[in-house]
């Protein structure tokens, strides 16, 4: 697999702070997200390892779109005006 280069921590830390928030505002934590992913992808994750991939900027796009999909949301592009 190919090297990426690493994300500059302040964009870390605004992906981290907005997939935490879009968590607790439906009112579940990391724990519940991780078995939510289990019990609808049959996924491997576990709070632990996913609490990792958020904190460090290592989560997979499809992983992301994963979690909005059990957190009831979908990710629309959208043109910028």
């Given at each position: 697999?190919?090297?990426?280069?690493?994300?500059?921590?302040?964009?870390?830390?605004?992906?981290?702070?907005?997939?935490?928030?879009?968590?607790?505002?439906?009112?579940?934590?990391?724990?519940?997200?991780?078995?939510?992913?289990?019990?609808?992808?049959?996924?491997?994750?576990?709070?632990?390892?996913?609490?990792?991939?958020?904190?460090?900027?290592?989560?997979?796009?499809?992983?992301?779109?994963?979690?909005?999909?059990v957190l009831g949301y979908e990710i629309v592009w959208r043109k910028k005006d």
């Amino acid at each position: 697999m190919p090297r990426t280069e690493p994300l500059p921590e302040k964009e870390i830390q605004n992906i981290t702070n907005a997939l935490k928030a879009e968590i607790a505002r439906v009112g579940l934590n990391i724990s519940e997200t991780a078995k939510l992913l289990r019990d609808k992808y049959e996924s491997s994750d576990t709070a632990e390892s996913l609490a990792r991939q958020i904190r460090q900027g290592t989560i997979p796009y499809w992983k992301i779109i994963r979690i909005a999909d059990v957190l009831g949301y979908e990710i629309v592009w959208r043109k910028k005006d």
